[in-house]
Every structure is written in C-alpha cells, then in structure tokens.
C-alpha cells in the first residue's frame, strides 16, 4: 500500500483558468476528504465522500469548486476560474470509518498569478 | 455541527521542559478526538486518539492527552520536550453520527529551543 497519493504535486495557473487535482486513496478506505490548508492554518474542510457519496460540504466551497469521486475510488477536485485567493495546499485524506485514522497524501499546492 | 479551538497559536517551550496544548471542542453529540502532528515540509500524521473509556490517553513520542467531557477539551501534555518536537499541532474532531466530518482546529506552533 503506497498510502494517500495525491497529483500533481505543484500547480501554477494564470488567475481565470480551470484547475483539477487528483486524489488516489488507500485501497478498500471509504472515507475520503478534502481540505485545503494555508501558511501558519489547520486543514479547513472543504468536502467529504462515503463511497461515492458527497455527504458534507464547507460553505468555503464556492460555486466555482467541484468535488466527484464517481465509483468511490479516485476522486477529482476542480476549481473553476481561478482567483488568487484559491492560492493554497490543497490536501486530501483517506479513511476506513469515523474513529479510525485519516491519512493524509503530501497535497498539491496551487499557486494563482 | 461540530468545532474545535486551540487556544494557543504559539508555545515556546525550552528543552527538557513540560508542554501543554490547549484544545477545546463544542459538539451536541459524543465525539471522536484526536491530535495530529505537523513536521516542517512533512504531512500530517497522527499522535493520538480518543474513542471512548479511559479519558487518558497516550501517543507516540511521549505525547498523552486527556479527555474532559465537563469543560469539553482534549489537551494534550508531554512531560519533557525535545528539540525534534517543533513542530505544528492539530486537534480534530468529529462525531458518532454518520456522515460527519473530521473537522481541525487552526494548530498551535510548538517551537522547543535549548
């Protein structure tokens, strides 16, 4: 098991274009979460699946965000006219149930010019 | 919906010394807590955990943490820092209830100076 992967690892953009990051979770976890994390802050969440699922939502994920996670494996984060405010480390996380632990992957961190 | 706060954002703490970081949680329902641990240009890993029974609870490198259902918190304690315990923590916290999230709180700067 090679743990949470997440890609790309970096991702520079020009403010207005569409963004989409990838998230390969340990195999058989059900749990999977986004949140995004900026210098000096916790983890904020941004969005939560079971299974396929999209059961949460963050009122920080704005119209131009959208999470799937189709079939309940892989999941895909895009953001869509990007603003230099999106500019942030973008981090996933994986678990098997409520009480156990979420592992995070290493995140893409985003960089809006 | 739950939440959690840390009370402290920075703790300057000298080597050898005790450490406690504050974490404080609000939930209408039984939660699930827990302590993760930030190494600079590292993810984040877990130190500990508490589900339910003994209110105290221990952790990898010396860390243990204890359960106050009455004042709602979770701090978490160490009795003698090391150098390698800078770091940035995190309390989390979520519910028994399907379908809720693991939420954070902003993190607490532990820096351990000789």
């Known amino acids: 098991d090679t743990g949470v992967s997440q890609d790309p690892r970096h991702k520079i953009t020009k403010r207005g274009q569409n963004v989409t990051f990838r998230c390969d979770p340990i195999s058989e976890h059900n749990r999977l979460y986004w949140y995004r994390q900026t210098l000096g802050q916790g983890p904020e969440f941004l969005t939560y699946?079971?299974?396929?699922?999209?059961?949460?939502k963050s009122r920080l994920l704005s119209d131009r965000f959208s999470a799937e996670r189709p079939k309940g494996s892989f999941s895909t984060l895009e953001i869509q006219r990007t603003e230099q405010g999106d500019s942030a480390m973008y981090l996933c996380a994986s678990s098997s149930g409520r009480h156990t632990e979420a592992f995070f992957g290493q995140g893409t961190r985003l960089t809006v010019v | 919906a739950q939440s959690v706060t840390q009370l402290d954002s920075q703790v300057p703490v000298f080597e050898e010394a005790p450490v406690e970081l504050r974490c404080n949680y609000s939930s209408s329902v039984s939660v699930y807590l827990f302590w993760y641990v930030q190494y600079p240009n590292q993810g984040l890993q877990l130190l500990l955990k508490y589900l339910s029974g003994s209110t105290l609870v221990k952790g990898i490198n010396g860390f243990e943490a204890e359960f106050n259902k009455s004042q709602t918190s979770f701090h978490l304690r160490k009795p003698s820092v090391h150098i390698s315990d800078t770091a940035e923590y995190f309390c989390?916290?979520?519910?028994?209830?399907?379908?809720?999230?693991?939420?954070f709180g902003k993190g607490t700067t532990l820096s351990v100076s000789s």
């Open positions: 699946f079971q299974n396929e699922a999209q059961l949460e």
């Open positions: 989390a916290v979520t519910t028994n209830q399907a379908g809720t999230a693991l939420i």
